[in-house]
């Protein structure tokens, strides 16, 4: 299996039932929380009218929807309803799953010519940037997708820069035993940008399929972010032409509309491409996969569902909304 294959599994947006009900078990919390006081809301109305709108709003906003998307969604359903003259409950119900489905769906088709990820046709690997605040489960993060490719049959590399902190070096080193790919360091205190460097020119030499590059995740001087990061892209370029082919950013789910200012933050500083949510097995806060998703306009391309090394998912919009209204 090559790469392409790999990563087009996204396209398909297809889980089998371990999948499923690891989805289901990882979103339970929000569920209980927040979705199901909607089912609740709807149970028994005869009509849709504006309190029941006005007790949706309320809903969504409180399970860290945002509040624009939340308006969003909620104009859509007032125009459905008066086009469609939809009177109950249930109606109401199949609208909103169909709406917030249609809104991640658009937001993916805006990035989907940047999100294709077949390997370069020159031989050299697919490198993969990963950016997020300490905390969010990058280095999780990274270390579950490299079993993932390893298990599709990827060679893979990974590249530690994030040398600010020696516990970053360290844990990268744990992952990269655990999976069984070989990593590239320098321990605490290298030059992030000469770490990537010889993790590029190491995975060209193994022939390796993927290269995922850690970086630092500092967010209280954004300039200097914005600096190393810039450094490590055209460090990057000079051994694999247009690399970084994907910038992925981590978030924790957990910190609900935080992890939507993190994002607008890391957006400044660089050319994210694709978001991974983490930690949504553990909060009910998983409506912000939707706000982030639609505030962002970046497809959310991976969740974090459960600890084992298959619970980071590649994100499947329809398979999470019906889970969040089963």
Request: net charge neutral; charged share 25%.
């Amino acid at each position: 299996m090559g790469i392409f294959d790999f990563f087009s599994k996204s396209k398909k947006e297809t889980l089998d039932p371990v999948q499923k009900e690891t989805l289901d078990q990882g979103l339970e919390k929000t569920k209980q929380t927040f979705f199901s006081k909607i089912t609740r809301l709807l149970v028994g109305k005869s009509r849709v009218d504006q309190g029941v709108l006005d007790d949706l709003e309320e809903l969504l906003i409180t399970a860290d929807v945002g509040v624009e998307t939340t308006l969003k969604i909620i104009e859509r359903i007032e125009n459905r309803v008066s086009k469609d003259r939809v009177i109950n409950s249930e109606e109401l119900n199949q609208i909103l799953r169909d709406e917030i489905i249609g809104l991640l769906e658009e937001n993916a088709a805006n990035f989907e010519g940047k999100l294709k990820v077949d390997k370069p046709t020159d031989g050299n690997p697919y490198v993969l940037m990963v950016v997020g605040v300490n905390g969010v489960g990058k280095t999780t993060t990274i270390g579950k997708l490299a079993y993932q490719m390893k298990q599709a049959g990827l060679k893979v590399v990974l590249g530690a820069s994030d040398t600010f902190r020696a516990a970053a070096v360290d844990q990268l080193i744990i992952w990269a035993d655990r999976v069984g790919v070989p990593i590239v360091q320098q321990g605490m205190g290298a030059d992030p940008a000469s770490v990537a460097f010889d993790a590029l020119q190491s995975a060209k030499a193994q022939g390796a399929d993927v290269v995922i590059i850690d970086t630092a995740g500092r967010l209280h001087n954004k300039v200097n972010l914005m600096q190393e990061l810039s450094k490590i892209k055209r460090v990057m370029d000079k051994v694999v032409p247009n690399a970084p082919h994907e910038i992925l950013l981590v978030l924790d789910g957990s910190t609900g509309q935080n992890a939507y200012e993190q994002a607008k933050q890391f957006a400044q500083a660089t050319d994210i491409n694709a978001l991974a949510v983490t930690k949504l097995d553990g909060t009910a806060k998983g409506g912000v996969v939707i706000g982030i998703s639609d505030q962002m306009k970046i497809p959310v391309k991976y969740i974090g569902v459960g600890e084992k090394m298959q619970d980071l998912q590649l994100f499947d919009r329809k398979a999470f909304v019906e889970s969040l209204f089963k």
